[in-house]
Nanobody, 125 residues
Framework: QVQLVESGGGLVQAGGSLRLSCAASGRTFSTYAMGWFRQAPGQEREFVAAINWRGDSTYYADSVKGRFTISRDNAKKMVYLQMNSLKPDDTAVYYC??????????????????WGQGTQVTVSS
């Protein structure tokens, strides 16, 4: 098991940028696939982005492709989500997620073993 704590959320105008961070604890962090999901009010949680355990493969939802970038620093036990060109539709609570050991970047909710508490991102028009 790995414990996850997100930070970096906030209020930003449309077109702006934010970088979310996820701090992980646990000696085996570098062996987990990691991802970000989000949940808007009244909607189901949805996949945003994921990165494999080595950090050399990423996968994005179509809605964020070209605007968001996921990365990881295994030495620091950190995962990041750089969000550019933000839109009001990106408003949601963003969750960091740990997937399978030695997992690839095709992460689904069913694969997630640990969730962070979430961080709110609000994009104003």
């Amino acid at each position: 098991q790995v414990q996850l704590v997100e930070s970096g959320g906030g209020l930003v105008q449309a077109g702006g940028s934010l970088r979310l961070s996820c701090a992980a604890s646990g000696r085996t962090f570098s062996t987990y696939a990691m991802g970000w999901f989000r949940q808007a009010p009244g909607q189901e949680r949805e996949f945003v982005a994921a990165i494999n355990w080595r950090g050399d493969s990423t996968y994005y939802a179509d809605s964020v492709k070209g605007r968001f970038t996921i990365s990881r620093d295994n030495a620091k036990k950190m995962v990041y989500l750089q969000m550019n060109s933000l839109k009001p539709d990106d408003t949601a609570v963003y969750y960091c997620a740990a997937g399978p050991l030695f997992g690839n970047s095709r992460l689904t909710e069913a694969d997630v073993g640990s969730w962070g508490q979430g961080t709110q991102v609000t994009v104003s028009s």
